[in-house]
C-alpha cells in the first residue's frame, strides 16, 4: 500500500467537521453547548456541575487543556 492510499483510507475514517460536537467532559454530543474563553465546548450541565464542585477559593481552569477560566466567561452558543 503506497502513502496516497494510506492517508485516503485514514481521512474516511475521520468524521466530517460538520458532526455536532463531543462535550469535552462527558464525550457526548453537546447538550445546551457552552464555550470556555480558551475554545472548548461542554454540555451546559457538565461545566455547571464541575464549576460548582470547585471550592470558592480556587482556581478555576479548562477541564481540558487546564487554562485558567472565570465562570463569568462561558459563552452560551
Known amino acids: 500500500m503506497d502513502e496516497e ?8 475514517d475521520d468524521p466530517p467537521l460538520e458532526v455536532a460536537k463531543e462535550c469535552g467532559m462527558c464525550k ?11 475554545g472548548h465546548g461542554f454540555c451546559w450541565q457538565c461545566i455547571n456541575d464541575y464549576v460548582q464542585s470547585i471550592p470558592a477559593e480556587a482556581m478555576m ?3 481540558v487543556c487546564f487554562l485558567d477560566i472565570e465562570a463569568y466567561t462561558l459563552i452560551l452558543e
Open 5 to 12: 492510499s494510506s492517508f485516503e483510507e485514514s481521512q474516511q
Open 28 to 38: 457526548h454530543p453537546m447538550k445546551d453547548p457552552v464555550s470556555t474563553n480558551c
Open 61 to 63: 481552569c479548562c477541564p
